[in-house]
């Protein structure tokens, strides 16, 4: 082999150990992952609520609204209109804020996760449904494997759901006391893409209406006295919903409104969100 022939096959190695090097660099875009700022995503007393950012999985961006540590009252006082027995009124205090999904998990979105889509009603912008809380926790620990290290998608419990679906208003819905058909979708018509409604003041979308969203509780009673972080009974036959869906007459939508279905199972009417924690 001459000296020329050595150094150009020299050069082709190290061009294709460069090329290889770079292909092990950028290998998680391909999954949709991104390199984040730790410091962007973690716990943040300064951060006012409604801080939207986004983060990019698979080719689509998707905005995240975050809630602040704080304290309300969770459930209903008696004087509410068609409160239930189960919403009793006590004060919750959440020590840590997350980043809440700004809509509910769109079809697109769950596709791009799970690599299907058992929706019934089909559209990439319309949430995803006929999924139950086992294919909703599925979805967020899959999710998970594919974001970046320092971050963990997670269902909301519903503390966590309710302060933010409040967003520091203390009425039955997040607007007001009575339901309005133009700040919700109800009432028989049909699921609607998301963010079709205006968000509530911390820019989440559709936390009233359009689809039931799984929370990680297990569905029980409420303690009367202050809680701190709770996360519900230990176990139980149901787990919680919150939101309200697209088929049903207004009053299932208020802020304090919760029900219980099994873990397995799906319905044209139950979708989720999912929080984001920065560990």
């Known amino acids: 082999m001459t000296k020329a022939n050595l150094k150009s096959e020299f050069f082709s190695d190290f061009a294709f150990f460069l090329v290889a090097a770079a292909i092990l660099f950028v290998a998680p875009g391909a999954f949709g992952q991104e390199s984040v700022d730790p410091a962007r995503w973690s716990e943040s007393s300064s951060r006012e609520a409604g801080t939207r950012q986004t983060l990019k999985i698979g080719d689509a961006e998707y905005g995240f609204v975050w809630i602040p540590a704080g304290e309300f009252d969770m459930g209903s006082p008696e004087s509410e209109e068609n409160r239930d027995s189960d919403e009793v009124l006590h004060h919750v205090k959440l020590t840590k804020g997350f980043w809440a999904l700004e809509t509910e998990v769109t079809q697109a979105l769950y596709q791009e996760v799970m690599g299907a889509n058992p929706s019934c009603f089909k559209g990439d912008d319309l949430p995803v449904e006929s999924v139950s809380w086992d294919d909703a926790s599925k979805f967020c620990k899959e999710l998970t494997t594919r974001l970046p290290t320092e971050l963990k998608a997670s269902l909301p419990t ?8 409040r967003a520091g208003t203390k009425t039955a819905y997040w607007y007001g006391d009575v339901a309005d058909v133009s700040k919700m979708n109800y009432d028989g018509g049909k699921m609607k893409p998301v963010k079709s ?20 509780d297990y569905y029980g009673d409420y303690p009367s006295e202050t809680a701190s972080d709770p996360k519900g009974p230990s176990s ?29 199972y799906r319905s044209h009417f139950l979708g989720f969100r999912f929080l984001l924690s920065c560990d």
């Open 197 to 216: 409604y205006d968000p509530n003041p911390w820019g989440l979308y559709d936390m009233h209406g359009n689809v039931w969203e799984w929370c990680f």
């Open 236 to 264: 139980a036959s149901l787990r919680a919903l919150r939101g309200g869906g697209w088929s049903l007459k207004g009053w299932n939508f208020r802020s304090a409104d919760r029900h219980g279905y099994s873990s397995d």
């Open 158 to 165: 519903e503390a966590q759901w309710e302060y933010a679906c």
